[in-house]
């Protein structure tokens, strides 16, 4: 399984797009999406269909691209692990 892990810092329509084209990609393995929102004034939970193999986790501040990144790598089940930036 690929773990995708996305940084997201106030870009909620890019990030619509972005989740959207990984679905409609040719993927053929198993992956999971973890998206760490550096505390963005736009909320985020809500925003994907429950459906989708996507997890939240939303900072109360922002910590960063590497904590962020960091923290999506520990929450991951991967066996790989792809930085989307």
């Known amino acids: ?3 995708i892990i996305i940084v997201n810092y106030n ?3 890019f990030l619509k797009e972005c989740i959207k084209s990984i679905y409609n990609s040719d993927l053929k393995q198993n992956f999971e999406i973890i ?3 550096n505390n ?3 909320p985020l939970l809500g ?3 429950k459906n989708d193999n996507i997890k939240i986790y939303q900072f109360t501040s922002n910590k960063g ?3 962020a ?3 999506g790598i520990s929450k ?3 066996d790989y692990i792809l930085l989307l930036n």
Do not use: Q, T
Request: proline fraction near 4%.
């Open 65 to 67: 691209f590497a904590k």
């Open 76 to 78: 991951s089940n991967g």
């Open 11 to 13: 870009v909620l329509s």
């Open 35 to 37: 998206i760490i929102d």
């Open 40 to 42: 963005s004034p736009e």
């Open 47 to 49: 925003s994907f269909d």
């Open 69 to 71: 990144v960091n923290f």
């Open 1 to 3: 399984m690929i773990s």
